[in-house]
Nanobody, 124 residues
Framework: QVQLVESGGGLVQAGGSLRLSCAAS????????MGWFRQAPGKEREFVAV????????YYRDSVKGRFTISRDNAKNTVYLQMNSLKPEDTARYYC?????????????????WGQGTQVTVSS
């Protein structure tokens, strides 16, 4: 069993930056693909960025390309999401998820473990 805990969310002005962290415990995630997803009030949860087990493959949703960067440190059992040039439409609760298979996938249903999320609010 893997436990995931997100941190780093908060309130930021448009144009600002935040760095989210996802710390895993229970077992190593070094062979797992990992992802960041978000859910705004009244909307479905959506994929933001995913990364393969070794960081060699990443995918981003179009609206965050060039602004967000997903990375991982397998030695620390941690995944990150660097978010720059934030926009009000990025406001959502951000969730970290782990996929027991190694290749990056964008389908939410493929992910086996989820954290509780961290709130990101971007003011205009």
């Amino acid at each position: 069993q893997v436990q995931l805990v997100e941190s780093g969310g908060g309130l930021v002005q448009a144009g600002g930056s935040l760095r989210l962290s996802c710390a895993a415990s229970g077992r190593t995630i070094s062979s797992y693909a990992m992802g960041w997803f978000r859910q705004a009030p009244g909307k479905e949860r959506e994929f933001v960025a995913v990364i393969s087990w070794n960081g060699g493959t990443t995918y981003y949703r179009d609206s965050v390309k060039g602004r967000f960067t997903i990375s991982r440190d397998n030695a620390k059992n941690t995944v990150y999401l660097q978010m720059n040039s934030l926009k009000p439409e990025d406001t959502a609760r951000y969730y970290c998820a782990a996929d027991r298979q190694s290749q990056a996938r964008v389908v939410l249903a493929r992910y086996d473990y989820w954290g509780q999320g961290t709130q990101v609010t971007v003011s205009s």
